[in-house]
Structure formats: structure tokens, C-alpha cells
């Protein structure tokens, strides 16, 4: 199922129209995928989703055109490598490094991803791009030439192709089996909703209840209590006085969470001596 797809049942779900999700997670894959809903979806600029864990199954004996199980396969090895090997070998491919995708990814290029002109038969140039994998756990071994790993990266990293580049180091081709994604920034598999817990809550009227904070992924940013006295400016969305901070001043490249008798109410950055909106979200009655 698409990230789409589950937009629009959560769509439904909450009845709220204004529904989102950050950070695509694939068809093929499981796991995290963070969802915003009504006022929260006007913080999407505002949250940190660079750093991402995964739990995935490399296969040893063939490379496909997806790199992942979906593909047709191009290339056929019996060098299997052991688990040593596969510890070693994934060494080369932690830091920062260099990947080419699959001609199938959601990479856009003009304006048009990738896959999609792929799949009209044109021939696709993939651009190479530069991503963070901060380590890479070779955690065992999974039936016919398996090897399960856990990955703990940046924002943009293509797994399949983590896989397709660690078959090529070991000397066999290799593809991606299986993936599931564990984190997505502050947003962890063991806080998360499946689908179907998400219907059942929404059937007895308590989804609302399980529903995180808007300021729950904020936490990077730095707070400021506002006085009592400016709330009527708070309220009406105005530009607020920042003597208040004295002369901790942040930067005017910062932005900030605002709260105001320990309620959270969007997004501000200083400009000069005033605090000016970014992003409101009034607290719920």
C-alpha cells in the first residue's frame, strides 16, 4: 500500500481533510510513517526526519532492476558470503557515501520520479547522490542465502540500493527481501498505530486519545514561555514584543516553540526586537 493510501484512510478515520504524511515510505516496505493531521500538518516544515533505523533482509544469489524482491533479475551469483564477510565488507559502506539508486526509485528528475519513465520503457540516467549511513548491524542469518541487517542512517537513503552496493562488495549479487522501518526521527515503531488498531480505536470513538501532541516532535527546538501579558497578541496571531528574553535573543535564523501558560501555540522566529509567526497552532478548547 501506498503512503497515499494510507492518508486517506486516516483521512477517513479522523474526518479531518487536512491530512498528510512526512517522510514516504515505499509499497514494498513496513514500518513508521509519520501522520499530521488538521492544524499539526502546518509543522511539516518543522520537523527533523534525517535520522531513520530499519530492519531489513539482504538476499545473496540475485540482483534485480529494483534492487529489491519486486524486480526482474539481472544477475545470478553462488558466492555466498558468511556473515563475517558481510560485517567486513559493510565497513565501506558506512559514512558518508555515494549511491545510485534504481531507475524504479521516486527520485523526480524534471519534475517526473523516475520510476514512472522507467516504466514507459525510456532510458533513465539515476543521479548519484550523496547520503549518511551511520551503521550498518549484520544481526544474522535468514533462510535461502539471507542475512538480516539493521541500518541506522539519513534522510534520502535508499535501502534496496544499500543492499544491491553490499552485494557487490561481497563478490554476489544481491537485492533487498524485505524492510521494515523502526524510527523516523522522534517517531518510533513502539509508539506507533497499525492500521487496524487505528480502525478499531476509531470505531469506539477513542483514536483522538492515542493521538501524539502537535509539539511532540519539537522537542529540537528551543521553548519560550510568553508572559500573560501578551496574550491578546498570542490569540490574535501578532507579531509579539521580545524583550521579555532579555539579552538571551536567539538567532533570527532560529526557529522556536511558543507556549503560553503551558499551552503549546505554533511557531515563531525573532526578526529585530519581535517575535513573528511562522506557523500558529491555537490549542484545542
Known amino acids: 500500500m501506498s503512503s497515499a493510501a ?5 483521512r477517513r478515520l479522523t474526518g479531518e481533510k487536512r491530512t498528510g504524511h512526512a517522510g514516504t515510505l515505499d509499497p514494498e516496505a513496513a514500518g513508521v510513517l509519520p501522520i499530521m493531521t488538521g492544524k499539526a500538518t502546518r509543522l511539516f516544515d518543522y520537523l527533523v526526519d534525517k535520522e531513520k533505523e530499519y530492519e531489513a533482509v539482504c538476499a545473496f544469489g540475485t540482483s534485480t532492476d529494483t534492487q529489491d524482491f519486486t524486480g526482474t533479475v539481472l544477475e545470478t551469483g553462488d558466492r555466498y558470503p558468511d556473515l563475517e564477510t558481510v560485517r567486513e565488507k559493510a565497513k565501506a559502506l558506512t559514512g558518508e557515501i555515494r549511491q545510485k539508486p534504481s531507475a524504479y526509485s521516486a527520485i523526480k528528475v524534471g519534475g517526473q520520479p523516475l520510476y514512472a519513465r522507467a516504466r514507459k520503457g525510456e532510458t533513465v540516467d539515476v543521479p548519484e547522490r550523496t547520503v549518511m549511513i551511520h551503521s550498518i548491524e549484520v544481526t544474522g542469518e535468514e533462510p535461502d542465502h539471507g542475512v538480516a541487517i539493521r541500518v541506522r542512517c539519513g534522510k534520502g537513503t535508499y535501502i534496496r540500493t544499500l543492499c544491491h552496493d553490499l552485494g557487490k562488495k561481497c563478490g554476489c549479487p544481491a537485492h533487498m527481501r524485505s524492510l521494515l522501518r523502526t524510527r ?13 488498531d487505528a480502525r478499531a480505536l ?9 493521538i501524539l501532541a502537535p509539539d511532540y516532535p519539537l522537542g529540537h527546538l528551543q521553548m519560550v514561555d510568553v508572559p500573560t501579558k501578551y496574550a491578546k497578541q ?12 532579555g539579552e538571551a535573543l536567539p538567532p533570527e535564523t532560529e526557529n522556536l516553540r511558543v507556549y503560553l501558560d503551558g499551552a503549546f501555540w505554533g511557531i515563531v522566529r525573532r ?5 513573528v509567526w511562522r506557523a500558529q497552532i491555537a490549542p484545542e478548547d
Request: aromatic fraction near 4%; charged fraction near 25%; glycine fraction near 10%.
Open 234 to 245: 498570542v490569540a490574535a496571531g501578532a507579531k509579539i514584543p521580545a524583550d521579555f528574553l
Open 271 to 275: 526578526e529585530g526586537e519581535l517575535l
Open 202 to 210: 476509531a470505531a469506539e470513538g477513542k483514536l483522538a486519545e492515542r
Open 6 to 10: 494510507v492518508v486517506a484512510v486516516m
Open 184 to 196: 523516523s526521527g522522534v517517531f518510533r515503531l513502539d509508539t506507533a498505530l497499525t492500521l487496524d
